[in-house]
């Protein structure tokens, strides 16, 4: 795997996202459901204060940077991760390269009937992809969910469950599921449904993704503080030449 670029003590892959997606790839091939975490600013901030959450991302076989926030803290750092690759876009790059062969996807989260919603709006999309199962987020006991997808025997599950939970998720149960390969893809679900409005390309673009979905949704102000949070302790690291590790 690539070199990895500490940002406030996460260890980020220094990729592009074809080089991401590349690395998906090979990881799948190998069939030992490794899991891919894609942490933006908030996420860094809850690996911070919570250290299952951090064990739980160190263990990712791959941790793509999917906030710009993340992009601007490693150039005020020194150590500048190459772009941006998010979430959302890399499992949609990660499905394309899967459909001639006619791969097999399971999706786990969100409200009830909204994965089978994703799954009926992608196999749309990619026709030739295998949707093999759905399972909404609400459920308590883990067992019966890694059954199913056992069953199902599916080449990549997306995780749908927010963070940090869905990283806690495929830690806690990865040596249990036979998958090819997991993402913790949070919101995406809600995106791929239809029951999420996605940000248009010049807010993406300029890297205002996250001011757009806050005056779609004011509520999420209090997530939205970490933000500033997480770059004032990027400048802090900077002017004292250090990155601030993670409490214990």
Not at 67 to 75: E, F, K, L, P, W
Request: proline share 6%; hydrophobic share 45%.
């Amino acid at each position: 795997m690539s070199e990895k670029i500490n940002v406030l003590g996460v260890g980020f892959d220094n990729v592009t996202m074809d080089e991401a997606v590349e690395a998906a790839l090979a990881l799948m091939a190998q069939g030992k459901s490794a899991y891919v975490v894609t942490p933006n600013p908030e996420i860094v901030m809850d690996c911070r204060r919570d250290p299952a959450a951090a064990e739980a991302v160190d263990a990712a076989a791959l941790t793509i940077p999917d906030g710009i926030g993340v992009i601007y803290g490693s150039r005020i750092l020194h150590t500048p991760l190459k772009e941006k690759v998010g979430g959302c876009d890399f499992t949609l790059r990660l499905l394309s390269r899967m459909e001639p062969e006619e791969k097999r996807v399971f999706i786990l989260g969100g409200k009830p009937g909204v994965a089978e919603m994703a799954a009926e709006k992608l196999r749309a999309q990619f026709p030739r992809l295998r949707f093999v199962g759905a399972q909404d987020g609400y459920f308590k006991d883990d067992a019966p969910v890694v059954e199913a997808i056992n069953a199902a025997a599916p080449d990549l599950l997306l995780v749908c469950l927010g963070a940090p939970k869905q990283e806690k998720w495929m830690h806690a149960n990865q040596s249990a599921l036979r998958v090819g390969l997991m993402i913790g893809a949070g919101g995406s679900v809600d995106v791929y449904a239809g029951t999420v409005e996605r940000a248009p390309k010049v807010w993406c673009d300029a890297g205002l993704e996250w001011l757009y979905r806050l005056l779609k949704e004011p509520k999420r102000i209090r997530r939205q503080m970490a933000l500033p949070k997480f770059m004032l302790l990027v400048i802090g690291a900077r002017l004292t030449k250090k990155s601030p590790m993670r409490k214990k």
